[in-house]
């Protein structure tokens, strides 16, 4: 591969990761900005198929917009081929994990991602995204003794409450 072609990489690379911090966060613009207009995905190994950017963008925010809705998305282990100068694709292993703390509950698991990417004008963008689950798994909460959510974004600002009170 030559010098374009890790400079692309690395750009689709931070690109995937851009796209998982601003769900956690639930940064709708940030994430909006990293789906090519006609955006496709494929949730739940094809439970949710979705054929634009604003239906996908109206999925996630119905899905997980509520801010006791917590996630964690991580990926690694990324594969990206270049499709020529303007094209790739990317499989991503997943792991993640669900809070659902107004319901008790908690589901993580693993993935593995399925992407294409398109560049537009000087970006890279995400023109689909899907995934297929190697396992999934949810329990309720309070099944663990003394289990306690100790900090979250938008309740405590990130601050753990076992920190030293904050002045």
Do not use: N
Request: net charge negative.
């Amino acid at each position: 591969m030559d010098v374009d072609g890790l400079v692309a990489v690395h750009e689709i690379s931070t690109l995937k990761y851009r796209y998982l911090r601003a769900l956690d966060q639930k940064d709708w613009p940030a994430l909006e900005r990293c789906l090519t207009e006609d955006a496709t995905a494929t949730y739940g190994g094809g439970a949710y198929e979705l054929g634009s950017r604003a239906a996908i963008m109206a999925f996630l925010r119905d899905a997980l917009g509520r801010t006791s809705m917590l996630t964690s998305h991580r990926v690694t282990q990324p594969e990206i081929d270049m499709q020529g100068a303007g094209a790739a694709t990317g499989t991503w292993a997943l792991q993640d994990m669900v809070v659902d703390v107004e319901h008790g509950v908690t589901i993580w698991g693993a993935a593995f991602y399925t992407d294409h990417y398109r560049r537009v004008g000087d970006d890279w963008l995400i023109a689909h995204t899907g995934y297929k689950r190697t396992f999934e798994e949810i329990f309720p909460r309070a099944s663990i003794e003394h289990l306690q959510l100790t900090a979250h974004w938008w309740d405590t600002g990130g601050r753990s409450r076992l920190g030293p009170p904050a002045t």
